[in-house]
């Protein structure tokens, strides 16, 4: 642990002293004697899923074709990131913030800055035919720890990271714990529980840690944005091109979404496309590892 403590250290330290950027690539400042974030099954893996479970589509971070706004995450079209995806860590964006009123808690995220709302009065959830990206949720405190229950999910969410991997069904529960372990840290816990999608239930755990700076930064990121638009664009290019190509007697392989070099290393794309040895946490300079970097008031 003592060694984790030091790498730590030293990356935060590194970071500091060498980031471009305040705002990308989140990094952590504390270590913690976790080892994964998958706590049941004990092997720490999350279980396989049922036959017919579909996949996130991966939009200007896949092979493509891109045909329609459809073959895009929700993630890219700025509408949400789901409840998993949301909490999970990324490279930037992580930052949580919870509000606490009389008969309910306000959970906010800050990378599409979607906000839960949990009622603590008893009321039943609702009608079991709405479903919503980020479901129904009732809560209730168990002891020291707050049990969040959210049901009427849709089935167009995901439980990776920024919403990502496969998709649950309309049947998925999650059960989520908050738990203040010391001053500044809460205990994140959530059971995702979907017999039509994976094979048995399995449960995530990490710290919640402050932030840096202590507020959540904009995100302005809208739904109405260009990069669909401009993306369809250049895959109707490249439709054109082939066709073109095809009618001179040229064969050639359709182009890549992704081309070596883009953002991330995931591709800089066509021309007219837009643009744990112990888990770690804490904000530094606003600037990895398996926290949340989030605030929590209770």
């Known amino acids: 642990m003592e060694a984790r403590r030091k790498q730590v250290a030293a990356q935060a330290n590194n970071r500091d002293t060498t980031s471009t950027s305040t705002f990308r690539n989140d990094y952590?400042?504390?270590?913690?004697?976790?080892?994964?974030?998958?706590?049941?099954?004990?092997?720490?893996r999350v279980p396989n899923v049922l036959p017919g479970a579909r996949t996130m589509p991966r939009g200007t971070n896949g092979?493509?074709?891109l045909n329609s706004w459809l073959d895009f995450p929700l993630y890219e079209r700025c509408i949400t990131r789901g409840i998993g995806g949301s909490v999970l860590r990324v490279i930037y964006g992580n930052g949580n913030q919870i509000v606490q009123a009389p008969g309910v808690v306000a959970f906010s995220y800050e990378m599409l800055p979607d906000t839960r709302i949990f009622h603590l009065d008893g009321r039943p959830h609702v009608n079991q035919k709405i479903g919503m990206y980020l479901g129904d949720s009732t809560a209730r405190w168990d002891g020291e720890e707050l049990v969040v229950e959210t049901t009427n999910l849709t089935d167009q969410t995901a439980f990776g990271v920024n919403g990502?991997?496969?998709?649950?069904?309309?049947?998925?529960?999650?059960t989520e714990r908050f738990r203040r372990v010391a001053d500044?840290?809460?205990?994140?816990?959530?059971?995702?529980?979907d017999p039509l999608t994976y094979l048995t239930p399995f449960t995530v755990s990490f710290p919640l840690t402050?932030?840096?700076g202590g507020v959540l930064l904009p995100y302005e990121c809208h739904s109405g944005n260009k990069a669909i638009e401009m993306s369809l664009a250049a895959e109707r290019d490249?439709?054109?091109?082939?066709?073109a190509a095809a009618a001179k007697g040229i064969t050639?392989?359709?182009?890549?979404i992704n081309q070596p070099g883009g953002v991330q290393g995931a591709g800089a794309g066509r021309a007219a496309a837009a643009g744990p040895a112990g888990a770690a946490a804490g904000r530094g300079g606003r600037g990895t590892a398996a926290d949340t970097g989030a605030e929590a008031e209770k």
């Open 238 to 243: 490249e439709d054109r091109n082939m066709a």
């Open 164 to 174: 990502l991997g496969t998709q649950h069904s309309k049947a998925m529960k999650i």
């Open 252 to 256: 050639r392989e359709r182009r890549a």
């Open 28 to 44: 952590a400042r504390r270590a913690f004697p976790q080892t994964r974030l998958v706590v049941d099954p004990p092997d720490g």
């Open 210 to 212: 402050p932030l840096d």
């Open 184 to 193: 500044d840290i809460i205990q994140y816990q959530a059971t995702w529980d």
């Open 63 to 65: 092979q493509g074709p």
